[in-house]
């Protein structure tokens, strides 16, 4: 997530760092290389001159030049401006109080708008506990209605459809009637989009607005196209008048441009991020979060979340009897990495402690085939081996290795793995306030 724009100011700001002290010169230099940064993401050229505009009058105060850490007092600023400029804080979803609430969801062809639909869904459900209805508007694009109906299908989520001859108008006001009758307390609208703004589409949306009022207004806009995302938004927001913005494919090769623009061309805020195509795949938007991982900060608060969504408490504490007592098998080595793997690429998992950025991350190649591979050769074992590794003597290793298309060498090498992991956590389990950390919802993957 935005990797490049990330690595060029954690190297401008590792030089500031590494001087006792800087002066109006240095400053001026490093808010070159950020504004180059900034513009290379694609962020807006006017946002990038006000942001630099405000960095440098407050980096060249005396407070900063004279303080006995003046690069990391510069860090700091840019920190809390790049915050600022996303939202400074997280923009939650509101809701009816007396009624059904209703969100419409607006955007183009190829954002990714149903699948976002059915992450919102879920997300709300998991976390604000609402009850949702997903209404297929879309009566255009062929496999719209099917597409929603599986996505609802895969969430548990009951999805509300009229069919393709039907006024899109219609069947929003019939999907919240069917809610209230339900007992449902939240419909989210996937209206259709096309491959441009077009009259009729906005003339569309706009009817539907105003029939069913929603509560919520959210634009799905694709990340990776950049200051277009930037335009599509600010088009439809005047039409429209948006209450926020929900930015897909923030795991690919995006520059960041939009994320960073979308709110100050907008004035509307970055309400949910996609960072992947699973259902799961769906943050809620923390601008100081987003400027934490931006800076090379680490984002401890997100990987705390994904852990405890992961992560099964109880289990966790019947973990760390096993490992006290020398319990610990290969059947729970494979529930650590499943629950591990829950979290996200691995990849992702470690940039958000802080140090690891992405210049950190350079020799870390975490290869996820490398864990399906561990996975097959566990699933291999029969019941007795996975409870007593001490079994797998060299006939059992090649029938292990047969059927999970390694090498006993392969399974060798897990062997390994698992003896010295046992040992560690078993050394860690012992001493002062570690068993704590052990059960402190399951981060203890042993390898």
Known sequence: MLDNLSEKLQATFKK???????????????????????????????????????????????????????????????????????????????????????????????????????????????????????????????????????????????????????????????????????????????????????????????????????????????????????????????????????????????????????????????????????LDDIEMFHPDRMASRILGMGDVLTLIEKAEKAFDEDKAKDLQKKIKNQQFDFDDFLEQMEQMRDMGPMQDILKMIPGMGSKAMKGINIDEKELDKIEAIIKSMTPSERKNAKLINGSRKKRIAAGSGTTPRDVNKLLKQFKQSKKMMQQMSNMKGMGNMLSGGGMNLPF
């Open 16 to 278: 500031l760092k590494g001087r006792g002290k800087i002066n109006e010169k240095d400053v001026k230099a490093a808010m070159r290389e950020v504004k180059l940064a900034l513009l290379e993401a694609d962020v807006n050229f006017k946002i990038v001159k006000d942001f630099i505009k405000v960095v440098k009058e407050r980096s060249i105060g005396s407070e900063v030049l004279e303080s006995l850490t003046p690069g990391q007092q510069v860090i700091k600023i840019v920190n809390e401006e790049l915050t600022n400029l996303m939202g400074e804080t997280q923009s939650k979803i509101e809701y009816s109080s007396d009624t059904v609430s209703t969100i419409m969801m607006v955007g183009l062809q190829g954002a990714g708008k149903t699948t976002t639909t059915g992450k919102i869904a879920k997300i709300l459900k998991e976390k604000d506990h609402k009850k949702p209805l997903l209404v297929a508007c879309d009566i255009y694009r062929p496999a719209a209605i099917k597409q929603l109906q599986v996505v609802g299908e895969q969430i548990n989520v009951p999805v509300f459809t009229m069919g393709d001859k039907t006024n899109p108008v219609n069947i929003a006001k019939a999907g919240i009637e069917h809610a209230k009758k339900n007992g449902l307390d939240l419909v989210i609208l996937d209206t259709a989009g096309r491959l441009h703004i077009d009259e009729e589409l906005m003339d569309e949306l706009v009817n539907i607005k105003s029939e069913v009022e929603p509560k919520e207004i959210l634009l799905t806009v694709d990340s990776m196209t950049g200051q277009d995302a930037v335009n599509v938004a600010k088009n439809f927001n005047e039409t429209l008048e948006i209450t926020g913005v929900v930015l897909t494919k923030l795991d690919g090769d995006t520059r960041g441009g939009a994320a960073l623009s979308v709110r100050k061309v907008t004035g509307k805020p970055i309400k949910f991020i996609g960072v992947g195509e699973k």
